[in-house]
């Protein structure tokens, strides 16, 4: 098992310049804690959210001071990215990093769809297709012509080659849709489930369960899995601080998503949305994220505590969600690395 930070990169109290400078110094203190990797969002557009455009960029930014780690993008939204020049940016990126990004794809944010006029309707088909031609682009081979319904390439071979072979690891989002995880095992790549926002814990695990069972004979499992984690040396300390933390995530994503004029209906074509509409009211408040991690217990995917209590959980986690008979990190590391951790988002890859 493998740990690493994840930030949506809101901003709801700073300025964009200050959010940077934050992340960046965020980047270099989880390279030298041991953290395995970093993820950042990718969204457009002025919003309390986001101000990640660009993760890539700011990736090839922070590999010049952080040497070791490294760089998941968050769901980079493939129905408006031409798959020939994504391609090529990333291969750029990991160039520049060393051999060190990871990517993320999904059909991406309602709102983000929206705003570059893309049909949603579109996207799970846009998203399909993208994907297949993407890896085609990482394959090196020369395209001299190759059509899809949304996109088309002439004359086009990678350059430059990405460090990583055949390319860097690809991973595919699944947050509440069995199809989306069959889709994921089928073209034989990661999955990464956001699970960190009231997701509940058996849809995660049917979701995985599907990812794997959809697999191409021969290929193993890469599962990325995003829960909320607080640790501190007092519980309840860790518990009035989390709590805090994830409210104001939650409170973010719902303002955020009221101030959007875009019609109900955009929305409800992704079905992840209004399931996670409904976690984002029930952890609002302090008060409501606090009661709901506590009632409903191992059904959210949120980990706060003392070292033994995150670490229990993540336990129970890993052995009923995902099992692992590759697991080469033994519990104690793992408490090292997480014991120094602020309010965040922590990425799980079993």
């Given at each position: 098992?493998?740990?690493?930070?994840?930030?949506?990169?809101?901003?709801?109290?700073?300025?964009?310049?200050?959010?940077?400078?934050?992340?960046?110094?965020?980047?270099?203190?989880?390279?030298?804690?041991?953290?395995?990797?970093?993820?950042?969002?990718?969204?457009?557009?002025?919003?309390?959210?986001?101000?990640?455009?660009?993760?890539?960029?700011?990736?090839?930014?922070?590999?010049?001071?952080?040497?070791?780690?490294?760089?998941?993008?968050?769901?980079?939204?493939?129905?408006?990215?031409?798959?020939?020049?994504?391609?090529?940016?990333?291969?750029?990126?990991?160039?520049?990093?060393?051999?060190?990004?990871?990517?993320?794809?999904?059909?991406?944010?309602?709102?983000?769809?929206?705003?570059?006029?893309?049909?949603?309707?579109?996207?799970?088909?846009?998203?399909?297709?993208?994907?297949?031609?993407?890896?085609?682009c990482f394959s090196g081979d020369y395209i001299e012509k190759l059509d899809g319904?949304?996109?088309?390439?002439?004359?086009?071979?990678?350059?430059?080659?990405?460090?990583?072979?055949?390319?860097?690891?690809?991973?595919?989002?699944?947050?509440?849709?069995?199809?989306?995880?069959?889709?994921?095992?089928?073209?034989?790549?990661?999955?990464?489930?956001?699970?960190?926002?009231?997701?509940?814990?058996?849809?995660?695990?049917?979701?995985?369960?599907?990812?794997?069972?959809?697999?191409?004979?021969?290929?193993?499992?890469?599962?990325?899995?995003?829960?909320?984690?607080?640790?501190?040396?007092?519980?309840?300390?860790?518990?009035?601080?989390?709590?805090?933390?994830?409210?104001?995530?939650?409170?973010?994503?719902?303002?955020?998503?009221?101030?959007?004029?875009?019609?109900?209906?955009?929305?409800?074509?992704?079905?992840?949305?209004?399931?996670?509409?409904?976690?984002?009211?029930?952890?609002?408040?302090?008060?409501?994220?606090?009661?709901?991690?506590?009632?409903?217990?191992?059904?959210?995917?949120?980990?706060?505590?003392?070292?033994?209590?995150?670490?229990?959980?993540?336990?129970?986690?890993?052995?009923?969600?995902?099992?692992?008979?590759?697991?080469?990190?033994?519990?104690?590391?793992?408490c090292r690395r997480i014991k120094c951790c602020s309010p965040c988002d922590c990425?799980?890859?079993?």
């Open positions: 098992m493998k740990i690493g930070l994840f930030t949506e990169f809101s901003y709801p109290a700073k300025s964009e310049q200050q959010t940077y400078a934050d992340v960046l110094e965020q980047i270099a203190v989880a390279d030298e804690f041991g953290y395995d990797f970093f993820s950042i969002t990718e969204s457009y557009g002025k919003d309390l959210f986001s101000c990640s455009p660009f993760p890539l960029g700011l990736y090839v930014a922070a590999a010049q001071r952080a040497r070791r780690i490294r760089f998941l993008t968050g769901i980079i939204s493939m129905p408006i990215h031409h798959p020939a020049m994504l391609a090529s940016q990333v291969a750029a990126a990991d160039l520049l990093t060393d051999g060190r990004i990871m990517l993320r794809i999904g059909r991406g944010h309602p709102w983000v769809i929206n705003r570059m006029n893309v049909d949603p309707a579109e996207s799970g088909a846009r998203f399909e297709e993208g994907i297949g031609m993407l890896v085609e319904k949304f996109w088309q390439i002439r004359d086009f071979k990678l350059s430059p080659p990405p460090v990583q072979e055949p390319h860097p690891p690809i991973y595919t989002a699944a947050a509440t849709t069995p199809d989306s995880a069959s889709f994921a095992g089928k073209v034989g790549q990661g999955l990464v489930q956001p699970g960190y926002l009231g997701i509940p814990f058996d849809l995660v695990r049917g979701l995985t369960e599907t990812y794997r069972k959809n697999l191409p004979v021969g290929r193993s499992s890469d599962v990325v899995l995003v829960i909320h984690l607080h640790v501190a040396r007092d519980r309840e300390a860790a518990i009035a601080n989390s709590a805090l933390a994830l409210s104001s995530q939650a409170d973010v994503f719902l303002r955020g998503r009221l101030s959007r004029p875009v019609q109900v209906e955009q929305i409800q074509t992704y079905t992840t949305k209004s399931a996670s509409r409904e976690a984002f009211e029930k952890l609002c408040t302090p008060e409501k994220a606090r009661d709901a991690v506590e009632t409903e217990g191992a059904n959210v995917m949120a980990v706060w505590g003392t070292p033994e209590n995150c670490l229990a959980k993540i336990n129970c986690t890993s052995t009923r969600c995902i099992p692992s008979s590759s697991c080469s990190t033994s519990l104690p590391v793992v990425a799980l890859r079993l």
